[in-house]
């Protein structure tokens, strides 16, 4: 392959993970997450649904922002 075509490539794949990453930052895919895990975990007397949802967001936020910076992006 040309110079062109592996520099084209490289950047299509830069811009496709990039996307990504945003997505995943995003607040609807943090909602979505945070809804799955307090579903799936009992509740506790003082840690139910809605104190699950802030501790799945905050760990969802934690991954992603330690994604993007691994991709030098910027965190959220």
Known sequence: ?????????????????????KRLQ???FEEKIASA????VPDYPGFGDPEQ????????DMVTDELAEALDMEAD
């Open 26 to 28: 995003s607040d609807a």
């Open 53 to 60: 949802k802030v501790l799945a967001k905050k760990i969802v």
């Open 37 to 40: 895990v307090a579903i799936a």
């Open 1 to 21: 392959m040309g110079k062109k075509v592996l520099r084209w490539l490289k950047s299509l794949f830069k811009e496709v993970v990039e996307a990504q990453v």
